[in-house]
T-cell receptor
Framework: QKEVEQNSGPLSVPEGAIASLNCTYSDRVSQSFFWYRQYSGKSPELIMSIYSNGDKEDGRFTAQLNKASQYVSLLIRDSQPSDSATYLCAVNTGTASKLTFGTGTRLQVTL | NAGVTQTPKFQVLKTGQSMTLQCAQDMNHNSMYWYRQDPGMGLRLIYYSASEGTTDKGEVPNGYNVSRLNKREFSLRLESAAPSQTSVYFC????????????FGQGTRLTVV
């Protein structure tokens, strides 16, 4: 089992809809969770971090964490064509001192 | 603000050649990382340095060496390049290794022929 798993997609949503991106992780002691956005040919950029169970909102983005289910998600409201990118989930266990990435989900926002 | 700067941006090597990828950060971060990114494989950690003076292996360290030259700089060396090392390499830094986000450089696209 991979440490961090994501559906590779592509996930296609129409403009203005809500995009829901999911991530599961295997290490129960994981403490920090991050979502990165990566445009084609560019480097990953951080868009959200979440450390405790529940929801965290930042503009059109909401991160959701459920440690009991070992599940973290990212919701993008009012999706725009500029949101089309690959979204990487990253998990830090706190003990292994490293950030482990999923393979990413490619999001396509259609007009 | 420069952030994390990597050089070079592109490089073509012949099998068996050596080279060093340079990385520098100006954010006064303690921790630095080298990742490689291959299609369908996501980002995989090669080596990391939790703080100045320390380095540790990541998930895929074979064929690579690193040097944490000072707090700002962390270099990655390929002693004898192989086609399997064709990849995009990213350097990243963070305040510390736990519970803090990492910031990435612009990447180095390396091709080994």
């Amino acid at each position: 089992q991979k440490e961090v798993e994501q559906n590779s997609g592509p996930l296609s949503v129409p403009e203005g809809a809500i995009a829901s991106l999911n991530c599961t992780y295997s290490d129960r002691v994981s403490q920090s969770f991050f979502w990165y956005r990566q445009y084609s040919g560019k480097s990953p950029e951080l868009i959200m971090s979440i450390y405790s169970n529940g929801d965290k909102e930042d503009g059109r983005f909401t991160a959701q964490l459920n440690k009991a289910s070992q599940y973290v998600s990212l919701l993008i409201r009012d999706s725009q064509p500029s949101d089309s990118a690959t979204y990487l989930c990253a998990v830090n266990t706190g003990t292994a001192s490293k950030l482990t990435f999923g393979t990413g989900t490619r999001l396509q926002v259609t007009l | 603000n420069a952030g994390v700067t990597q050089t070079p941006k592109f490089q073509v090597l012949k099998t068996g050649q050596s080279m060093t990828l340079q990385c520098a950060q100006d954010m006064n971060h303690n921790s630095m990382y080298w990742y490689r990114q291959d299609p369908g494989m996501g980002l995989r950690l090669i080596y990391y340095s939790a703080s100045e003076g320390t380095t540790d292996k990541g998930e895929v360290p074979n064929g690579y060496n690193v040097s944490r030259l000072n707090k700002r700089e962390f270099s990655l060396r390929l002693e004898s390049a192989a086609p399997s090392q064709t990849s995009v390499y990213f350097c990243a830094s963070s305040v510390q290794t736990t519970d803090t986000e990492a910031f990435f450089g612009q990447g180095t696209r390396l091709t080994v022929v």
